[in-house]
Nanobody, 123 residues
Framework: QLQASGGGSVQAGDSLRLSCAFS????????VGWFRQVPGKEREFVSA????????LYADSVKGRFTSSRDNAKNTVSLQMNSLKSEDTAVYYC??????????????????WGRGTLVTVSS
């Protein structure tokens, strides 16, 4: 149901854009967002965007550097990541649920997870 793409290896300060393609019905009913995970650590919330009103939510660690957007005509959500830091290195997963960005942030009843895409930032 979710297909993530756009990961890669970059230098600190560079930018990357991740995309999450949603296949299925009622896309606009879903909040879609991103989590990331480093080996040995718990998965952490990165961002989420509402399908109903475009409300966006970000982790403090990425606020001001990352921006979510969605194209409802193409059923995709993008995450523009600027000013990348080495601590942004992780496997990024897109996720979706029918509900609010706050529920998605808290990982409550996530309906779909995409396969991860690796982002590596070298300092």
């Amino acid at each position: 149901q979710l297909q993530a793409s756009g990961g890669g290896s970059v230098q600190a300060g560079d930018s990357l854009r991740l995309s999450c393609a949603f296949s299925g019905r009622f896309y606009s009913h879903y909040a879609v967002g991103w989590f990331r995970q480093v080996p040995g650590k718990e998965r952490e919330f990165v961002s989420a965007i509402s399908g109903r009103d475009g409300t966006s939510l970000y982790a403090d660690s990425v606020k001001g550097r990352f921006t979510s957007s969605r194209d409802n005509a193409k059923n995709t959500v993008s995450l523009q990541m600027n000013s990348l830091k080495s601590e942004d290195t992780a496997v990024y997963y897109c996720a979706a649920l029918q509900g609010t960005v706050y529920r998605l942030r808290d990982g409550i009843r996530v309906a779909y997870w995409g396969r991860g895409t690796l982002v590596t930032v070298s300092s």
